[in-house]
């Protein structure tokens, strides 16, 4: 099959049509993922939930589909100049497997929080044809250093999501989608630099104009709505990393032009969320997935403007996740949910005074799950961070109240302060 008209990753946004040229160039390359019967999401939306499992695709995310469909597509003499990219570990894994099968050397800028997991996976990929550079505390901050490469040693800059060869490479989950369930009525979408929306809404727009699709940030990394708001791309002043593989400042323009115009709705889910949701997705349905990978599932806990009518498609876009990891997502689930709250305790140095605490302020139901003395040079008092954990959420009005009547001093230390993010 020839090219599609736009097969210059640098010219203008890309079309259905160009989906349609990079599914046929990919139908060899990546996993056909299947789509999956979550029973749980079914039961709790009423309508069949089906995820689609990117998760398990070739290095295990989504990414793959864009980095193999723009690198494949270069010509020899821009395969000669090497290739660079930043990325926040996807998309490098993507980009290292195409170099590697086609030959081309690549440098992958990695921000220091990306998993060590899957800076572990592109040594793997790449071999010898990729070359890992450390750099900045953001995807951002690895994105500029990237470009700087670019511009002074000549290789080609290879964008994650904002361009027309890279967009179209993620559109083909919408290929398979609509192949493998026509009467889809919701597709769910997670949402970074919006590469991935951009690309599947292109494809359904223009195969089931009715579909209702719907992109997901995390709350700490919404730029597609800064952009919404602002009328066009716009950089936060401030990412959270957490969800690292949609920890993007700026939405990208060319992703953003195409699906400002063809997303029904943009929604935001707190971290917290996430983090509950991955636990749910690991011990109900088997499923490994990264924060982004369960952006799509956690919009269906309450998220939506509306609730779907018929089949929904949620798209698992990663389960490139650092099983060490596990510890952080539990706590911050727990936070999320209302069941473990910390406390900064000043006891008094004289006898009986942590049993006065354990009798006069916990209650059944509430277990100290942390104790921590933060001064130990103080003769007179001791102040300890305590960690309580409620079988219950709505236990907590109760706990509050035998605080403020105990004659201990007590802070309780809300989440998201700055002083618990430094404690905790």
């Known amino acids: 099959m020839s090219a599609p008209a736009s097969s210059n990753p640098l010219q203008a946004p890309p079309s259905a049509t160009d989906v349609a040229y990079a599914a046929a160039r990919l139908r060899t390359v990546v996993r056909q993922t299947p789509l999956e019967t979550s029973d749980r999401l079914s039961a709790a939306m009423g309508v069949p939930v089906l995820l689609k499992r990117e998760d ?14 723009f690198i494949s597509s270069l010509s020899t003499a821009d395969r000669e100049r090497g290739i660079v990219c930043a990325s926040a570990g996807n998309h490098a894994q993507g980009v290292a497997l195409a170099c590697s099968r086609l030959g081309i050397h690549g440098q992958v800028f990695l921000p220091t929080n990306t998993p060590r997991q899957k800076r572990q996976r592109i040594e793997q990929i790449g071999g010898e044809w990729i070359t890992p550079v450390i750099v900045g505390r953001s ?7 990237a470009r700087a490469e670019s511009e002074r040693g000549g290789a080609l800059f290879v964008h994650p999501f904002d361009a027309a060869l890279t967009i179209a490479g993620q559109g083909t989950v919408g290929v398979e989608i609509l192949e493998a369930l026509p009467e889809v009525d919701t597709v769910v979408v997670p949402v970074g630099g919006a590469g991935l929306l951009a690309g599947v809404a292109l494809w359904l727009r ?20 800064a952009a919404l708001d602002a009328g066009q791309p716009v950089e936060l002043p401030e990412v959270d990393t957490f969800v690292d593989g949609a920890a993007v400042a700026r939405v990208g323009d060319m992703s953003f032009g195409i699906a400002s115009e063809l997303v029904d ?8 969320a996430v983090c509950t949701e991955m636990l749910e997705l690991y011990q109900t349905e088997g499923i490994i997935a990264e924060p982004a990978g369960a952006l799509a599932t956690t919009a269906l806990r309450g998220y939506l403007q509306r609730r779907p009518e018929g089949p929904v498609v949620c798209i698992v876009s990663g389960g490139n996740n650092d099983v060490s990891r596990y510890a952080d997502i539990l706590e911050r689930s727990l936070i999320h949910e209302g069941l473990r709250h910390y406390f900064l305790v000043t006891f008094p140095q004289e006898p009986g005074a942590l049993r006065g605490f ?15 003395y933060v001064k130990k040079n103080n003769r007179e008092t001791g102040p300890a961070l305590v960690g309580i954990e409620l079988d219950q959420a709505g236990r907590l009005p109760s706990l509050l109240e035998r605080i403020a009547a105990s004659p201990l001093s007590i802070e309780r230390i809300e989440p998201g302060t700055p002083l618990s993010g430094f404690l905790l």
């Open 358 to 372: 354990l009798t006069d302020v916990l209650a059944e139901g509430e277990d100290i799950v942390l104790f921590e």
């Open 56 to 69: 398990i695709q070739l290095c295990r995310s989504y990414k793959v589909r864009g980095a193999y469909n």
């Open 206 to 225: 223009a195969n089931r104009p009715g579909v209702r699709i719907v992109g997901v940030e995390p709350d700490g990394a919404a730029s597609f709505q």
């Open 139 to 145: 995807y951002d901050e690895a994105n500029s250093a």
């Open 265 to 272: 709705e943009i929604v935001s889910v707190p971290e917290g």
